[in-house]
């Protein structure tokens, strides 16, 4: 049963246009929500995150939206890069001070490729 | 980048083979975790620790064990490997005290058990 899940497996984007890139979650206690991203060979690195209090949050081109109700978050990136093709995980906790570590639940990931 | 070296890159080994996989950090974060990548599945928690000797649970943690003698290593077996465990290992810190640090983590571990 995931809790969270990305339902597109794939996403083919133009350089230049909009990349969005959705999540869906169950679990009605996530409260922070995280977007990484993935090359081959490599680990996961941070890209943007969101508390549940917010709806936006932007950094350069990159904008996550959260819509509480629906459990709902997007991911943006506008322009599209060649350099953004990659793997693109959603994750989610439960938050709060943590005093025992902070629990990620991912997504199964959505494969961007950009093409020039 | 994080200070994270996970050690080694990539080992292939036969069934009922013990394994052990390491995580050392140059941080001092407090907390580490290991994770597992499937097709399918994104990134899975086996175990994590909130500090020295503290260690717990995570999703997946059947046929794993974990041990973290110092801060900056996380140790990771697997007593007795299986096909199933074929997977990519992943090992991330965080030093939070609350939620809304992010969890940084190295390059993985490809495993291959055949």
């Known amino acids: 049963d995931q809790q969270v899940k990305q339902n597109s497996p794939s996403l083919s984007v133009q350089e230049g246009r909009i990349s969005i890139l959705n999540c869906d979650y169950t679990n009605s206690m996530f409260d922070y929500f995280l977007w990484y991203k993935k090359y081959p060979a490599e680990g996961p690195t941070f890209l943007i995150s969101?508390?549940?209090?917010?709806d936006k949050n932007e950094d350069g081109r990159f904008t996550v939206f959260l819509n509480k109700s629906a459990k709902h978050l997007s991911l943006h990136i506008v322009p599209s890069q060649p350099g953004d093709s990659a793997v693109y995980f959603c994750a989610a906790s439960k938050g709060g001070i943590v005093a025992y570590g902070n629990k990620l639940v991912f997504g199964a990931g959505t494969i961007l490729r950009v093409k020039s | 980048d994080a200070g994270i070296t996970q050690s080694p890159r990539h080992k292939v080994t036969e069934t009922g083979t013990p394994v052990t996989l390491r995580c050392h950090q140059t941080?001092?974060?407090?907390?580490m975790y290991w994770y597992r990548q499937d097709p399918g599945h994104g990134l899975r928690l086996i175990h994590y620790?909130?500090?020295?000797?503290?260690?717990d649970k995570g999703e997946v943690s059947d046929g794993y064990s974990v041990s973290r003698s110092k801060t900056e290593d996380f140790l990771l077996t697997l007593e007795s490997a299986t096909s199933s465990q074929t997977s990519v290992y992943f090992c991330?810190?965080?030093?939070?005290?609350?939620?809304?640090?992010?969890?940084?983590f190295g390059d993985g571990t490809r495993l291959s058990i055949l």
């Open positions: 620790s909130y500090g020295v000797k503290d260690t």
């Open positions: 941080e001092n974060h407090r907390y």
């Open positions: 991330a810190i965080s030093s939070q005290i609350d939620s809304n640090q992010p969890q940084h």
């Open positions: 969101i508390s549940s209090i917010k």
